[in-house]
């Protein structure tokens, strides 16, 4: 077993459908910089996903794309509201500040990853003179960084939250598949028409080597965006090796494959772990992550015999994660491993 499996999603290697879409996309000659046939074609089945004629940009990682995004939507002095916990804020080293000259971050708290209303509301509200960065976007996370969901009903609300303060609509959707998976709505329920102008869809986590499209919903704002990836260093020359891995994806249905075995595997994993007396969920698992919280003495344990997984939130808190290439046997066999590790935890320090 890989002791490393659990540690994120994109510790995956790359889905067979999206590997064969490069294969395909590896002959001859094609033009460059997205002027080519394999780019135009995942741009269409992109529209198709999204039932709209969207405009769609590939780069090569999420932090670009959120921050090349947001960049889009702001100027130096506006400010961009976010939960607390969001990726732009904890996981980006400020880029998407310096890809817009300086747009301040403005946090926002909310239960379970997701960002209240009303939050929003108070934030925007709290200042409206001139020494105040502007709002001028709200960015949500789908899946979010906690694994959980937003409804489309959550979303909808945040979609009004947005208009009523004239703030532009961001999503993160560096795990979008999981999030459509997990709520098994249409992908336009969860983005135009709760009023996302703009969304970071992830595919690295879902199966491809690299690449994430920027989605623009509201084609006035992706003005210039070409540009902006450009001179940021996201413009690739081989686009197609960008593009085709969306064809493989989307064309085969793999995305919602992965990510529906993703979630399965998550599920089961939650039962594993909560099996385990002392060990709690600390949030709902609605798509492909699960944290928990467990003694610090069984965090060590299975430290010490090799297994590898995130502790970032705090002590005794871990984060187990899953992906296309989970294979539920082996979330059994973890299983049995921890069940066995936890009875070996000296009693005196388990649950210290
Ligand atoms: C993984 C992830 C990203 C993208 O990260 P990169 O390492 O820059 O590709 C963005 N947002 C969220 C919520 C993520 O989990």
Known sequence: MHKNMFASDNYSAVCPEVWQAMEEANCGYANSYGDDDWTARACNALRDFFETD????????????????????????????????????????????????????????????????????????RRHDIHYPKPKVLSV?????????????????????????DLRLHMDGARFANAVASLEVSPKALTWQCGVDVLTFGGTKNGMAVSEAVVF???SLAEEFDYRCKQAGQLASKMRYLAAPWI??????????????????????????????????????????????MPESLVAALASAGWHFYTFIGTGHARFMCSWQTREEEVRRFGEELRAIAANCPAEEYGS
């Open 141 to 165: 996370t789908q899946a979010t960084e906690l694994g959980t969901v937003y409804t489309p009903q959550e979303l909808g609300a945040i979609g009004d939250v947005a208009r009523q303060h």
């Open 217 to 219: 919903f509201d084609r």
């Open 248 to 293: 493989g994806l989307l064309e085969s249905g793999a995305w919602l494959k992965n990510a529906c075995h993703a979630n399965r595997c998550a599920q089961l994993l939650a039962r594993e772990l909560e099996s385990i007396e002392g060990v709690t969920l600390m949030h709902p698992v609605e798509a492909n992550a699960v944290f928990v919280h």
């Open 54 to 125: 969207c405009q769609v940009y590939f780069v090569f990682n999420g932090t670009a794309a959120n921050s090349l995004a947001l960049a889009s939507l702001c100027r130096s002095y506006h400010s961009v509201v976010c939960h607390e916990a969001a990726h732009i804020e904890t996981d980006e080293c400020g880029a998407g500040e310096f890809f817009s000259n300086g747009t301040k971050i403005l946090l926002v708290p909310g239960d379970k990853g997701k960002i209240n209303p009303d939050a929003v509301t108070h934030t925007v509200n």
